[in-house]
């Protein structure tokens, strides 16, 4: 079983934002990835996807599956982060009121990929973008 | 504890989902913000929100979570309930505040999803 698709992800949009996720969730379950996993890599797609739509200018969330792995990438076109070990602290957020009250932003989105995924490793350019790779042995 | 069960304590009104009120809830989790959520809750962990918009739905079909109660009677736009009903997502609103929500529920017995 080997999968690799590409999904796009908008800028701004909080009405569908999670909507990528649900979909690569949904082909989880059809494939019968075990419980425990699905789970970890749906908290990892869905915060790196709202992500996407409340700090970046749009990018894509790219779903592989390997032999022994799930691999799930998140690019973006945005403006980076200039420091990425505070960006990545519990409870450090720049996210607007507006987003919070969304229920999102409050700065547990990065700290949740890293504890979920077996592997993790963040990129950012100031001005350029973002690229997170989460891995998760199956 | 069985949606039932929670469903009476909280005096709270079926939003879609009722058929599966037989379904048992071990623990319970209570937030506005969605990362805290996906921070913590577990399998079989009730979700209690003020947050009606269709965030609060996706959160729960991301962990599997079988139940949500939306509390101080904030009712979710129709199509946040068309969203539930579609993933199959049992939910409910009461009129109590989460403060009483809590109470209620723990008092009754249900405990809080341990924190890691
Ligand atoms: N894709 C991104 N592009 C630019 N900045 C980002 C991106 N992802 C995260 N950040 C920055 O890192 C901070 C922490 O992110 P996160 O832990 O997900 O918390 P939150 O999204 O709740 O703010 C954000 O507030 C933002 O400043
Ligand atoms: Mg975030």
């Known amino acids: ?138 | 504890m069985t949606l039932k069960k929670i469903a009476e304590i909280l005096n709270a009104q079926w939003l879609c989902g009722q058929e599966d009120e037989d379904r048992e809830t071990h623990s319970a989790f209570a937030s506005d913000m969605m990362s805290d959520v996906l921070a913590f809750v577990k399998e079989d962990t009730l979700l209690l929100t003020g947050l009606v918009n269709g965030q609060s739905v996706r959160t729960c079909e991301m962990l599997d979570v079988p139940c949500v109660v939306f509390v101080r009677g904030k009712m979710p736009q129709p199509d946040v309930i068309d969203m539930a009903r579609e993933i199959m997502l049992p939910a409910m609103v009461t009129p109590y505040s989460m403060f009483e929500v809590c109470g209620r529920l723990y008092e009754a017995g249900l405990p809080s999803v341990k924190l890691e």
């Open chain 1, 1 to 138: 079983m080997m999968i690799k698709d590409t999904y796009p992800v908008a800028a701004g949009d909080m009405t569908v934002a999670g909507d990528v996720s649900a979909r690569i969730k949904r082909q989880m379950k059809r494939l019968g990835i075990p419980s425990d996993i699905m789970r970890r890599v749906s908290v990892c797609t869905y915060e790196a996807e709202i992500n996407l739509v409340i700090h970046s200018m749009g990018g894509e969330i790219e779903f592989e599956i390997t032999a022994e792995d799930i691999i799930v990438r998140s690019r973006d076109v945005g403006p980076g982060i200039p420091d990425i070990s505070k960006a990545m602290t519990e409870g450090w957020s720049t996210a607007s009121n507006e987003v919070r009250n969304m229920g999102f932003g409050a700065g547990m989105g990065l700290p949740n990929m890293k504890r979920n995924a077996d592997e993790f490793s963040i990129e950012s350019t100031v001005g350029v973008g973002t690229n997170i790779v989460m891995t998760f042995h199956i």
